[in-house]
Every structure is written in C-alpha cells, then in structure tokens.
C-alpha cells in the first residue's frame, strides 16, 4: 500500500513551477531558461514515479501541473492521466485539471478543444482570446460544471483583469 504522506520534493517543485507562472517572460533567453526549468522538472517527476514515489492525491494533481507545462501531446497526456486520477480520489481543483489537460493535449494533436480552457495572449490587442478551434457539440450540459469549467466570457474577463 503506499504512503499517505505527500511527497515533500514534489511539493518544491510544483510551489517552484508556479512561481515560475507568476513572472512575466519578456525575451527569448528568458523564456528558453524557463522551458528549462519546466524540463527538469518533469524529468525529476517521471524518477519519481519510476521510483513509486507519486502516490497521494496531491502528488498527483502536483506532477499534473508539472505535466501539464510541458512541451510535447504525451505530456499532456500524462497531466491528463494523473489529474484525472487525482479527481477520482477527491482532489477536487485536479477536476478542472483534467478537462485543462485534455484540452491542451487535443489542441497539441491538431484536434478542437472541448472544454473551452486554452486562451492566448493577443500582443496587438493586448489582451486574451479563446484559443480556436473549439468543438463542445457533444460536452454535456452540467460537464463544464462538474469539472468547474467557468463560462468562457467570465475566464476571458478575469485574465484580462490581470493585464489591466
């Protein structure tokens, strides 16, 4: 049975990533140092869970994140997979992680997103639009809310906040 203690190196690493996602990048360099990073990250992760060191319901949603930051479709996936267990363990922010997640990996895969939670930063209009394409013909009428999912008019309104 594994321990039901949470990992404390995971916990640095995912408090590390989001302090990562507070800065604004601004050059290249810096954005190359932060895909770094990101990169060694997900490297210690994927020892971690070799070595059977991810095993609580924070650990899970934590290496999530990490995933989800990641570069590539199968890292995404990987978010996918581990935010999705997380959630059925009852780590209730891992939901919004998972519907995060599956959408960052079909955008990744040239696929529509479903859930709706992919924006972009407009640079000429300085401010954040929904990530196109997106196909949510077949999402079911309480999904987004089961996943906490907001409206895509009040996430764009709460990102644009940020800029103002």
């Known amino acids: 049975m594994p321990p039901e203690t949470d990992n404390l190196r995971l916990e640095e690493l995912y408090a590390a990533d989001q302090a990562d996602r507070e800065k604004v990048y601004s050059s290249a360099a810096e954005i190359d140092a932060l895909k770094e990073r990101d990169h060694g990250r997900r490297r210690e992760v994927v020892d971690m869970i070799r070595l059977g060191n991810v095993n609580t319901s924070n650990d899970l949603y934590r290496a999530a994140v990490i995933f989800l ?68 013909t077949t999402v079911l009428h309480f999904e987004k809310r089961f996943f906490g999912v907001p409206p895509v008019v009040e996430r764009l309104a709460q990102l644009n906040r940020r800029i103002a």
Do not use: C
């Open 69 to 136: 930051h990641g570069a590539e479709p199968k890292e995404f996936l990987t978010a996918h997979r581990l935010a999705t267990i997380s959630a059925i363990n009852g780590h209730r922010p891992a939901r919004w992680l998972a519907a995060a997640s599956l959408d960052r990996f079909l955008m990744s895969a040239g696929l529509a997103q479903v859930y709706g939670t992919q924006f972009e930063h407009s640079e000429d209009e300085n401010r954040y639009q929904l990530r196109l394409p997106i196909d949510d």
